[in-house]
Every structure is written in C-alpha cells, then in structure tokens.
C-alpha cells in the first residue's frame, strides 16, 4: 500500500476486484463453464464423442478443418454450418466462431497440438457453484516488491494439470519482503508488461487449493511493482478439471502459509 492510498481505499480497490473475480468466474462462459478439451491428436478419425461434426488438424498443420453437415446444428460466424471450413485458434469463448446451440466450440492450440474446448453455460459445475472462500483483506500483505529481470527469457518444463509436462516462458524474479526475510518468485512476463506468477505455500493443498496464481501490475521502469498478496487467486483449473493450468515452477513454494486471497472454490 502506498503512502497515497488508504487502508480504507485499499479494502474498497479488493472488494471491488473480487465482486470482479465472481462476475468473472460465474459468467456463461467463465471456467465453470467448460466440459471438454478434445486433443485432436486422440481422434485420429475427426469424431469427438458428444461434439457434432468432423475435426481433423489441417494437412499444413496451422488449422483446424471443420467438416459439418446441417443435421449437425452447428453453427459458424453465426450462420448454419454445411460444409468444409478452415479454423485458426480462439482468443476465447467470446472469439468463437463455432456454436452448438448455447454451447461454443473453441480452437485451441498448444506447442503446435490442437484441441477444440467445449463451453457450456448449463454445466453441471456453473449451476453448483456457490461462490469463493476468500480470506479477509489484511494490509500486511500487500508488500513493495522489485523486478529483477532475467539478461534473457528462459524455457523451464513444468507438469501442468492434466498429467503433461509442458515449456513454461520465465522472464525473471519477483522479490519481497515478509517479516524481515527476502522471498522470491519466477514470474512470466505478459504481453502487457504485467507479471505473472505460479506459486505453493504451506497451505496448498490443506488449506488452500494446491496451487494459485499471483498477477502484479506492469513494473515501474526501476523494476519496483507492488504485490498484494490479497489478490492471490485460483487457477481455472480449481473451477474444471478440463484446464491443462502449469503448477509452480521450482523454487515458487513460499516457506510460510500465505493466508491470504482465494483459498477453494465453494459448491452447492
């Protein structure tokens, strides 16, 4: 916290970023919302059990090809699908071309392995979903932090939550204090200049979900960001078991229970 800003205008700023957080997560298409990530590479035929249409990867490799026939019910760019059509990626289910019904279908791709994600507004986790167990803001942990950036980006293999392992791109370290003693945290750096960290801490898995993400704002140009703690979330994956989230890269476990942010996703 700054000295320009007050407790009582801190507390507003996170109550107002997890009424935010909640809007986000229980929206149409929000996390809960997804049913499925289908690997193309797992259907070698173009048939995906429970998705219309035929999907195959593209003969360059840079698509997906679409073959739909109008008993499908398929839609894309909004009009009825019939035919062959030629799909890049998604930005989202807010940038999908392809529907079924309320249903988007979107492209993905991963290190040049294509999927398609079913989204869902009526799925079964959306209409549990009950809300986010968050603990109370408290100053403590909003900390000044510092941005060491790496000479050059790094490649590290980290699993993810499906089982795979996958190239996760660092571009330095996040370093705060707590208590007197200096921690730190490889971060990504997102396209916007905002940093973005996977982390564990003695809670995981106990008293919190088994991992959770941490976003700061873009550095200021002497390296120095601040890093509320507070702001710590769940990852998608807390939300549906069919997001592929990387856990912490070694050496993001903090020695001490963060008791602080999102701890689990509460259901019905």
Do not use: K
């Not at 507390?11 to 929000?30: D, I, N, S």
């Not at 019910?73 to 940038?95: C, H, I, K, N, S």
């Not at 040049?112 to 994600?117: D, E, T």
């Not at 941490?214 to 703690?229: F, H, I, K, N, S």
Request: net charge negative; proline share 9%; charged share 25%.
């Amino acid at each position: 916290m700054t000295s320009s800003t007050t407790e009582p205008d801190a507390v507003r700023a996170w109550q107002e970023w997890r009424e935010g957080r909640l809007t986000t997560v229980a929206a149409p298409y929000g996390p809960l919302a997804l049913v499925g990530t289908h690997w193309l590479a797992d259907h070698p035929d173009g048939r995906i059990a429970g998705l219309p249409g035929n999907w195959t990867v593209a003969a360059d490799g840079a698509a997906v090809v679409l073959r739909a026939a109008p008993e499908d019910g398929l839609t894309v760019d909004g009009a009825p699908a019939a035919g062959t059509v030629r799909l890049d990626r998604d930005g989202g289910p807010a940038a999908a071309r392809v529907a079924h019904g309320a249903r988007r279908l979107v492209v993905l791709e991963r290190e040049g392995l294509w999927a398609v994600r079913d989204f869902d507004p009526d799925s079964p986790s959306r209409r549990a979903f009950a809300g986010i167990d968050v603990h109370p803001y408290d100053a403590r942990w909003v900390r000044p932090g510092l941005f060491r950036p790496y000479a050059e980006r790094r490649t590290v293999q980290v699993p993810n939550a499906d089982g795979q392992e996958r190239g996760f791109v660092l571009g330095g370290e996040l370093a705060f204090t707590l208590d007197g003693d200096e921690h730190t945290l490889q971060v990504a750096v997102e396209p916007d200049g905002s940093l973005w960290a996977v982390l564990a801490d003695a809670t995981s898995g106990t008293d919190s979900y088994r991992f959770r993400f941490l976003r700061t704002p873009e550095p200021a140009a002497d390296g120095t960001v601040p890093v509320d703690l507070n702001r710590t979330q769940l990852p998608p994956c807390a939300f549906a078991d069919h997001f592929i989230c990387p856990f912490p890269t070694p050496g993001n476990t903090l020695p001490f229970a963060l008791r602080a942010g999102e701890r689990n996703a509460l259901v019905r």
